[in-house]
């Protein structure tokens, strides 16, 4: 009962300083997806230090050398997109009323043409929300840049006592636990290892090929939606949909032809990421039918828009790693 009390406690004070974790929570996540390439280093007779170093020049290089060249052209897009962003609404509205005004002379029943106007309203509002959550979105990025600036520092520690945090959690736990303990992370990180670093390896090279696509069919905001795309790529069946969406709506309101040429484009990487790139990069499958899948992304959204649809298939899919070895030691 102490030990539950406690327990509850602890999850309390943890809920009441939240959002002070997110810096050690992003520090908690860029420590899991390096450790990997550390301890492959580690294992080549590198020493920690030195392997966490080498993964930090490597990471910062990248970030540094492809910062510089697309910062400018980000900076620009959303200047851009901000001024923008009153005339995109008022075209969309304009559009509307142009599709309304065309079935409300049609011969349409009365009842069918009240709920065309219905789904108008609330595909508008939708439309508006989505905006309004990208634009929220890159205010809190920039409103928490101190945290992310932090988050590094973090994650170095992290890796650095990796093995030594490991071993004091686990004299935590009594001795008949710990080997089963164990294996439960290792099954843990094997379907988490396929869900986030190979999801996330994915959805970056979708988010370039949508960038230089975009760009070559010259639609507007070309690395804002590229950078989009990645992020909903991430999100099981629908977030190929949710990140094409912004294109094609741009497209609708230049020309019924653009807008065929962006279909087709996300149509193909849509084909080539299916076919080629996911099976090569995450392989086997993480033991989910795709319907459960789809239901707890469904869930996901329900609880937690956008945020829970990204977490609801990591959550299940350790649920389910979770259930196999309670089963397994209550039998």
């Known amino acids: 009962m102490l030990i539950f009390f406690l327990i509850m ?35 080549k007779k590198i020493g920690r230090v030195w392997a966490i170093i080498a ?8 970030v540094i050398i492809g910062g510089s060249k697309l910062l400018a052209i980000l900076i620009r897009d959303l200047q851009s997109f901000a001024q923008d962003l009153p005339s995109m609404i008022e075209n969309i509205n304009i559009l509307l009323i142009k599709v309304q ?6 011969a349409l029943p009365y009842y069918l043409r009240l709920a065309i106007d219905d789904a108008l309203l609330l595909l508008l509002g939708d439309v508006q929300e989505f905006i309004g959550e990208v634009v929220n ?42 080997g089963e303990l164990i294996s439960f992370w290792r099954d843990v990180d094997k379907v988490l290892g396929g869900i986030i670093r190979g ?63 962006v279909i087709l484009l996300f149509f193909i990487i849509q084909q080539i990421e299916g076919n080629i790139i996911h099976p090569k990069i995450i392989g086997e499958n993480i033991g989910l039918h795709p319907l459960t899948v789809i239901f707890f992304v469904f869930v ?13 298939v990591p959550f299940v899919a350790v649920g389910k790693v979770l259930l196999h070895h309670i089963i397994k030691v209550l039998l």
């Open 9 to 43: 406690v602890c999850f309390y004070f943890f809920w009441m300083v939240r959002n002070a974790l997110y810096p050690f929570l992003i520090g908690l996540f860029l420590s899991y997806l390096l450790n990997p390439a550390v301890c492959y280093l580690e294992n």
């Open 55 to 62: 993964v930090y020049i490597l990471l910062f290089s990248i």
């Open 101 to 106: 005004s065309q079935y409300q002379n049609s």
């Open 137 to 178: 979105g890159i205010i809190n990025l920039i409103t928490h840049s101190l945290g992310l600036a932090i988050s590094p520092i973090l994650a170095f520690y992290l890796l650095h006592d990796w093995h030594e945090i490991k071993s004091k959690l686990l004299l935590l736990v009594p001795s008949q636990w710990r």
């Open 199 to 261: 999801q996330l390896i994915v959805a970056c090279i979708i988010g370039i090929f949508v960038t230089i696509g975009l760009f070559l069919l010259q639609v507007k905001f070309a690395l804002i939606i590229g950078i989009l795309a990645a992020l909903f790529d991430i999100i099981p069946y629908f977030g190929p949909i949710i990140g094409a969406s912004p294109a094609v709506m741009l497209a609708i309101l230049e020309s019924p032809l653009l807008t065929l040429k």
């Open 300 to 312: 996901g959204g329900e609880m937690g828009g956008i945020i829970g649809m990204l977490l609801g």
